[in-house]
């Protein structure tokens, strides 16, 4: 199901580029917005699309790490620790 969700954003993020391009480039084309301020319109996009990402994959990482501890699920730190007390 996380898969699906992941799948599901990442496809609707490439349709959306898709069509902002393709808009972009209509308004070129008919003389409506200059080459450079397009350019510097997609280039604009992508920096945020960007800084989003990196929010997401921090949100999803803290929620994660949360949920594994309220689990009480070993870490790989958890089990390297315990490997070393052992010896």
Avoid: H, N, P, W
């Amino acid at each position: 199901m996380l898969k699906d969700l992941l799948y599901t954003g990442i496809g609707a993020a490439v349709v959306l580029k898709e069509r902002v391009e393709a808009e972009v480039k209509k308004l070129q084309d008919e003389g409506k917005i200059k080459t450079d301020d397009a350019k510097s319109f997609l280039d604009s996009i992508e920096a945020k699309g960007k800084e989003e990402e990196q929010r997401i994959k921090e949100q999803f990482k803290s929620a994660l790490k949360e949920v594994i501890d309220e689990l009480g699920v070993a870490t790989k730190a958890d089990l390297e620790k315990l490997k070393e007390d052992l010896k």
